[in-house]
């Protein structure tokens, strides 16, 4: 890949979990940063041991050669709280542009199951008419939101939402303007759809579309267990569904060859929450960035 055109970066979810904060609750903040750098990344997005003031947070991430390159934004549009999303927005926009970040990776979260102990494969919710149109909606007042600031919004699909097939993630983005983009990912993208070729589709699809890219692998075998034992996102998240790139099943190969050849310009993040205990943080992204050497060039 052209490496004038990407950057890399790393989430700190490898580190410590958002969504289940038992999980590398032990690794601070000083730590979390320094092995991103010293692993060899230029990037992070924000976890919850993250300061939340920028002069705070950004000399901390300078003295590594760091910056923020997005930041999970959590919507819910199409339950009906679009006051109370665009306020919280506008506070989101606002402290990720004060830290350099270029776009804002944004989640519709009604009715999501992706934090319940319900069945990822079986439960997820499916929107109605009326939310789709509230959501595509709520997402062009965002992009316009964003852009008065300079600033790009995309949807991240996500297993156990409303937006996570590749029919959801068509509506969505046949329904939104176009100054609305899609955070693509590889992980969530090959777990829905169950195949590297469908995988493949949605991103060749929405090339011109996408500003953000997640790279996270999967283990077939634990996506087989979460199937047939009918388990809940979180205990497949526990139980190693994600890892680092060149460490699951997915080829990654063919996604750097889409995304060079048309020439992508931004960042590729390492996205690959595992639990700390069974997969030492640090260990993972050495062995992510070495892969994306050998394998992308970059």
């Given amino acids: 890949m052209n490496k004038d055109n990407v950057r890399l970066a790393i989430a700190p979810i490898g580190w410590t979990n958002d969504d289940m904060p038992e999980l590398g609750k032990e690794n601070t903040f000083q730590q979390i940063v320094s092995e991103m750098a010293l692993a060899g990344f230029s990037g ?5 041991k ?3 003031d920028p002069a705070v947070l950004k000399p901390m991430l300078e003295i ?12 819910f549009f199409a339950s009906g709280d679009k006051a109370k999303t665009i306020d919280e927005f506008i ?9 350099g970040a270029k776009v804002i990776g944004c989640s519709e979260q009604s009715r999501s199951i992706q934090g319940t102990d319900k069945a990822v494969l079986d439960d997820k919710p499916f929107f109605s008419d009326e939310e789709w149109r509230l959501t595509a909606e709520g997402y062009n007042q965002l992009a316009a ?3 008065e600031k300079g600033m790009q919004v995309c949807l991240h699909h996500h297993m156990g939402t409303g937006i996570q097939t590749t029919e959801e993630i068509d509506r969505f983005m046949a329904m939104t303007n176009d100054d609305v983009y899609l955070l693509y990912d590889t992980g969530h993208a ?3 759809e169950g195949s590297q070729q469908k995988m493949l589709a949605i991103l060749t699809r929405y090339l011109p579309r996408i500003n953000h890219v997640h790279l996270k692998d999967v283990r077939n075998p634990v996506i087989e267990q979460v199937r047939l034992e009918h388990l809940s996102f979180l205990e497949g998240v526990k139980r190693g569904t994600f890892t680092v790139p060149g460490d699951g099943d997915i080829d990654f190969k063919p996604v750097f060859a889409a995304l060079d050849n048309a020439n992508y310009q931004g ?10 205990a069974l997969a030492n943080p640090f260990e993972y992204a050495v062995k992510a960035r070495r892969y994306l050497r050998e394998t992308a060039g970059i």
């Fill in 50 to 52: 993250y300061p939340r």
């Fill in 91 to 99: 506070n989101h926009r606002d402290f990720l542009h004060a830290m």
């Fill in 145 to 147: 939101l964003a852009g």
């Fill in 267 to 276: 960042w590729m993040v390492v996205e690959a929450e595992q639990d700390p």
């Fill in 44 to 48: 992070s997005e924000v976890g919850n």
């Fill in 64 to 75: 590594r050669g760091l910056q923020i390159v997005n930041a999970w934004f959590s919507t």
């Fill in 190 to 192: 090959y777990y829905s």
